[in-house]
């Protein structure tokens, strides 16, 4: 019989390590998460509804991470000058907002214990 991880427990936690992402501990947090997913995502004994989640979390840290890329990119001093710098900012900061809208949306999900839909991966 296959471990369930506590019935998503991890998935939960690295949920809660992304949102928390945001508070400027990002730099600590982020990486953890993202070690917990992979680590998840190719277990031998992981569901299949739980792999969905971790692909979904993986998925979440790569748009955190460009999205703050983007936003460093376009302070203050970097390449603040160029005139595609407001669109740059703009994306980022969209890309904050939709990381926000998936961690809890996957939070959501996972509450229901369903997987997530493999077009959102």
Do not use: N
């Not at 390590?17 to 947090?29: D, E, F, I, S």
């Not at 995502?41 to 703050?68: A, E, K, M, N, V």
Request: glycine share 14%; with cysteine; net charge positive.
């Amino acid at each position: 019989m296959a471990r369930d991880h506590g019935e998503g427990g991890r998935a939960f936690t690295i949920y809660l390590l992304l949102a928390v992402a945001l508070m400027a501990v990002g730099v600590v947090t982020v990486p953890i998460a993202a070690v917990m997913a992979f680590l998840g995502l190719f277990g031998r004994d992981t569901p299949s509804w739980l792999r969905s989640h971790y692909g979904f979390q993986l998925r979440s840290t790569l748009i955190f991470l460009l999205s703050l890329g983007a936003i460093v990119l376009m302070l203050p001093g970097v390449d603040g000058g160029a005139a595609w710098a407001g669109y740059v900012m703009l994306a980022g900061v969209i890309g904050l907002g939709l990381f926000v809208i998936r961690c809890f949306w996957g939070l959501a999900v996972l509450y229901r214990r369903k997987p997530i839909p493999a077009w959102l991966i």
